[in-house]
């Protein structure tokens, strides 16, 4: 197989698996804040164990988290050296900041967080949680703009010829802030949110279908369901405004999500299809002129489609784009009726709730997490043939000495070593959840704590 192909999925492969720890790790690093911001309001121990249980399973995803990440920065060297020397500069003044501003603050206050519970007092242990927290957030900061800047450079000159070409800041302000980065960066953040919020709803279902703890498990579910009410909506907002940049700065990209050809013409909006890429058409169900009306307010108005590019620099898998594109967004909505639907279930002044719904629910952490790998991919496929958007070519941006052979080892090697790790997380995680939110002495010492009448309301 071609050696770009290989490195391409090598890298996909990498960023996919760790991707699905730091959005956790935001969303439930944000949830475990308002557990401990209500207990020293409240000053309720429910939310302090709350907490403490949540804490423990982010120092599981955190853990993973970090281990996986690591990797990626290893590849650039291996596969992507063209690609590390054309843009280092830049690549590596965000991962730097990242270092400084993101990854210091969240490791510093890591350990009160996950040790200090008995050791220090309560507002201090609030503000080690929110330095953690902010510590996650900041990191996604500095990742989202280094992606960012690759889809829409800015701030920066090219310096050097041929091989010895690369791109120097100018502006550092105006690299952070490039044309993309402050939608994306919401976008992110929105569905990190979502991620932490359904994990929470996910395990504490599970605890209400099983009969456990069910005072602390409806009181968790307002908390996440109200998180996960007002993000998604907020996430409908950001996913618009990312749209609106896509058509300015990358239309070609825009024009792949929806599968326009036409050179200037109106574009339909697909609720659902299926891209012919050989004969150039869409099958589905669409809102003719819906895709101009989100973008002009004019069912009639031109969009530029994928003929208006040269051949070689437009992207080449429209369908796939297109599909994980709709499934992003099919997500998305599903999100909002589910969300929707359990905040006005779980604030009933009734607390009972049926078992095919606990069990649904049980199963909705997935919905952020495909939800959010299916947009990456949407974007990243988007961008080709670019590394850095009308500037480097992802072909031109290869290693000059990797062989295809030694690419496809280290993917196979690296696939082995993902699954083992993914099946740990798993079994810990689940040990974890099966273990419970108290152990044989907190339940000793509050026997009664899932019938005190104070803990009825929030």
Request: charged share 15%; net charge positive; proline share 3%.
């Amino acid at each position: 197989m071609d050696v770009e192909i290989l490195a391409r999925i090598q890298f996909a492969a990498t960023v996919s698996f760790h991707y699905i720890y730091p959005p956790l790790s935001i969303g439930l690093g944000f949830i475990m804040v308002l557990f401990e911001s209500l207990y020293l309001i409240k000053k309720e121990d429910l939310y302090r164990d709350l907490a403490k249980f949540w804490t423990k399973i982010f120092a599981l995803i955190f853990g993973i988290g970090v281990v996986t990440g690591i990797v990626m920065e290893f590849e650039f060297g291996t596969n992507w050296a063209t690609y590390s020397a054309y843009v280092g500069d830049i690549f590596g003044s965000a991962l730097a900041a990242e270092g400084i501003f993101a990854f210091a603050l969240e490791s510093g206050f890591l350990g009160i967080l996950i040790f200090g519970w008995n050791r220090v007092g309560p507002v201090l242990h609030w503000i080690s949680t929110l330095g953690v927290f902010l510590g996650s957030m900041f990191s996604a900061v500095w990742i989202v703009v280094a992606n960012s800047w690759q889809q829409t450079p800015s701030g920066f000159k090219i310096v050097g010829e041929g091989l010895n070409a690369r791109a120097e800041i100018t502006d550092f302000c105006q690299m952070v802030f490039n044309p993309s980065s402050v939608d994306r960066l919401l976008h992110v953040w929105s569905g990190a949110f979502l991620s932490g919020a359904f994990l929470v709803i996910s395990v504490h279902a599970y605890f209400l279908y099983k009969k456990k703890y069910e005072i602390a498990s409806n009181k968790a579910l307002k908390i996440a369901f109200s998180v996960a009410f007002i993000v998604s909506l907020t996430q409908l907002f950001t996913g618009h405004k990312s749209a609106d940049g896509v058509a300015v700065n990358q239309p070609a990209k825009l024009a792949a999500l929806e599968g326009h050809y036409k050179k200037n013409a109106a574009a339909d909006l697909y609720i659902l299809g299926w891209v012919d890429q050989k004969n150039e058409k869409v099958f589905g169900l669409k809102v003719p002129g819906g895709l101009s009306f989100l973008l002009h307010q004019n069912f009639k108005k031109p969009v530029k489609g994928l003929h208006a590019f040269a051949a070689d620099e437009r992207p080449k898998q429209i369908n796939a784009i297109f599909q994980f594109y709709h499934l992003m967004v099919a997500i998305g909505m599903s999100i909002i009726l589910l969300a929707s639907i359990g905040l006005y279930w779980i604030f009933r002044k009734s607390s009972w709730q049926p078992k095919w719904w606990l069990f649904l629910l049980m199963f909705s952490v997935f919905l952020p997490q495909v939800a959010n790998q299916a947009g990456w991919f949407a974007a990243e496929m988007g961008r080709q043939p670019w590394v850095v958007y009308g500037l480097l070519k992802t072909s031109d941006a290869l290693s000059a000495s990797v062989s295809s052979q030694q690419v496809l080892f280290s993917l196979i090697l690296f696939s082995i070593i993902y699954i083992v790790l993914f099946m740990l997380f798993i079994y810990l995680l689940n040990k974890k959840i099966k273990h419970g939110m108290y152990t044989e002495e907190s339940i000793d010492s509050r026997p009664k704590q899932d019938n005190m009448s104070n803990w009825q309301n929030i």
